[in-house]
Structure formats: C-alpha cells, structure tokens
C-alpha cells in the first residue's frame, strides 16, 4: 500500500465488497484518510422507452409469418393464434427480458456530489489500485432485434425469403 501516493486518486475495495474511490490525503499506521468522490451503487438497469419502441419498431417491420415462426419457436403458443400486435408485444418482452438478463445486479461508481473525507483502515482493504488503471463506465448499447431473430432461427431459418415459402 506504500506505493501509493498522497493526492492520487485511487479505487478501494474492502472486505465487505464495499468499492469507493477518492484521493488519498494522509497515510496513517493504521491506514488511509481518503477523500471519497465515488461510491460503488447497485444500478437497476431497465429498458428506456426509446429502446422499447426501437424494439416494436424494428419487429414491426417483419412478416407476420416471421414473428409468429419466431414466438413458436420460442416456445409459445401465442405465435399460432394471437394478433400480430400480441405476437409483437410477446416477442418485445421476451428480448427485453433477454438484453436486460445481462445486466442484473451490475455494480458501477458514481461521483458523489460532494466529496467524503473518510478513514480506511489497512485490515479492511482487500486491494487498492490507481483510477487510471481502471475502466469505472459501462452503458447499455442498443438492441438489435435482427441479431435476437438470427439466433431464434438458428436451427435452420436464416432469412425472411425461407419463411415467406413457408407461407
């Protein structure tokens, strides 16, 4: 920990899975005083109105055919007799329930709105290491509905062309 620096802004984490990052101030025996900018929070992802109707836009813009293909082969009956609205609805939720399925329980710094001078003891710390060395971003990138079609008609179907013969 001596190699550290006072006045270098570093990312802790403790023991109890506690992540913050701040400027150190003073180095201590028994440990680190450290100006806390960013506290680690639990994010709770969810889809943007812009995504969801990016989503039915994009679903919207295939066959009917395709997406009731699409709802069976996922396991749904709700491809064979629904509305094309119910089909689009369903095939909507099942990929927001998929995009968002990789983002659960995602931790992330946040800059605080003002800074925290606190005290960190050595026995706490489980390691400690320079921002700089570190990526503390990550944002949702866009969906693409295509690429989810792909994958539904991965065993065979690849394009709409296949399943307009089916009709």
């Not at 968002?100 to 710390?125: C, D, N, W």
Request: glycine share 8%.
């Amino acid at each position: 920990m001596e190699a550290f620096k006072v006045g270098e802004h570093v990312i802790v984490e403790e023991d109890d899975d506690t992540t913050r990052a701040g400027f150190l101030m003073d180095y201590l025996d028994d440990g680190w005083v450290l100006n806390v900018t960013h506290k680690e929070y639990t994010i709770i992802h969810a889809v943007s109105p812009e995504l969801k109707a990016d989503i039915r836009a994009q679903l919207a813009g295939k066959s009917t055919v395709h997406l009731r293909l699409a709802a069976v082969l996922n396991g749904s009956l709700t491809g064979l007799v629904a509305k094309r609205y119910d089909v689009i609805e369903y095939l909507a939720g099942l990929f927001e329930d998929k995009l968002m399925g990789k983002y659960e329980a995602t931790r992330q710094l946040r800059e605080l709105k003002a800074p925290v001078k606190t005290f960190i003891s050595h026995g706490v710390i489980r390691t400690m290491e320079s921002t700089t060395d570190r990526n503390i971003s990550e944002e949702l990138n866009g969906f693409d509905v295509d690429g989810a079609l792909e994958e539904i008609f991965a065993e065979g179907l690849t394009s709409e062309d296949e399943t307009d013969k089916i009709e």
